[in-house]
């Protein structure tokens, strides 16, 4: 396993860190969360990726962790890094979502006791609230590390002025910001245009999720929307966003992955780490394989000028 600083921080990550944001909520057996939270261990995958709506239902997925960590890896804590957040819809009532210490505070509390942990190494808020002061918000996240529920801090889904800002709060108050988790793939690269040299210039990590743009950049696509996919399955992907245009590119990315004897899935893993200034990638996974498969994109990272050329236009001619 490769491991990257996290911005200024003395704190490495894998490169690649597990999710569990899909598949491992209830509905899902617990016997193949258990082996795939196992395996990415022994691959050196020491962080944990959560939050507190994960599931289905909400609540689920640190549930679920908190079992395999008692059964599996309690005694391995002090190599793992747990992460959670708060921020989207948890409960009903004024408290149970965005930004206000009331409901981070609570969150955290919560987020512990499913888990069975005293301390979670990361602790975001997962959106900005446009009714709380940010100062608020970060001084929730500052009250977190010192009251030892957490030790790091981080944001996600912050633009690029409300994350220096929040670095600046968050510096202040002697608790700086760690690290921020955003949306980033081939086909979604807003956070180039600015957000990636602010967080450089804050000497902060930078973490994205959906690095595969929901199984877009993956095979499974490539002949086709089969019906069990998440396009035909999700909340978050809908048959819009599989054109004929866009599955020309993804089959035309598949090309260029094969030419370097790597599936599509990781040549997009690749291309997302050949920043340095990207700390990991957050994937999910449904079975060992999958993971397994995955994690073999760290076994290639290199690109030439000559593939990233390629890719640029494959990608340009895509948003035309």
């Not at 597990?18 to 057996?29: A, D, E, K, M, V």
């Not at 002025?161 to 002697?174: F, N, V």
């Not at 040299?197 to 990590?205: F, I, Q, R, S």
């Not at 004897?261 to 394989?289: E, F, K, M, N, Y």
Request: glycine content about 8%; aromatic content about 8%; hydrophobic content about 35%.
């Amino acid at each position: 396993m490769l491991y990257r600083r996290s911005g200024r921080s003395g704190l490495q990550l894998p490169a690649i860190s597990l999710g569990l944001w899909h598949n491992f909520g209830h509905g899902r057996p617990y016997a193949t969360q258990r082996a795939i939270v196992r395996r990415a261990f022994d691959l050196g995958v020491t962080h944990f990726d959560l939050a507190n709506n994960y599931g289905p239902p909400p609540g689920s997925a640190e549930t679920n962790f908190g079992r395999i960590l008692a059964d599996d890896l309690r005694p391995y804590r002090d190599e793992i890094v747990v992460s959670t957040k708060a921020g989207y819809n948890m409960w009903p009532g004024p408290y149970g979502e965005w930004g206000s210490r009331k409901y981070l505070t609570a969150s955290l509390d919560q987020s512990l006791r499913r888990t069975g942990l005293e301390y979670v190494d990361i602790f975001y808020s997962h959106r900005p609230d446009p009714d709380t002061p940010l100062e608020e918000t970060m001084g929730a996240l500052d009250r977190a590390v010192r009251s030892g529920k957490a030790l790091y801090v981080g944001i996600s889904n912050y633009s690029p002025a409300q994350t220096r800002e929040a670095a600046h709060i968050l510096r202040s108050l002697g608790t700086p910001l760690l690290i921020h988790q955003p949306r980033y793939s081939m086909f979604d690269r807003a956070i180039e245009a600015s957000l990636l040299d602010v967080l450089e210039a804050e000497g902060v990590g930078c973490i994205p999720f959906s690095p595969l743009a929901q199984g877009l950049l993956t095979d499974r696509y490539l002949s086709g929307i089969p019906d069990d996919s998440r396009v035909r399955t999700s909340q978050f992907l809908n048959e819009s966003d599989l054109t004929p245009s866009r599955l020309e590119t993804i089959r035309s990315l598949d090309e260029v992955a094969r030419g370097r004897g790597q599936s599509l899935a990781q040549l997009a893993l690749a291309w997302a780490l050949r920043d340095h200034r990207i700390t990991s990638l957050i994937i999910g996974a449904s079975s060992v394989t999958q993971l397994e498969q995955n994690i073999g994109a760290l076994d290639h990272l290199t690109l030439s000028d000559g593939e990233l050329s390629a890719i640029d236009k494959l990608l340009a001619d895509d948003r035309a």
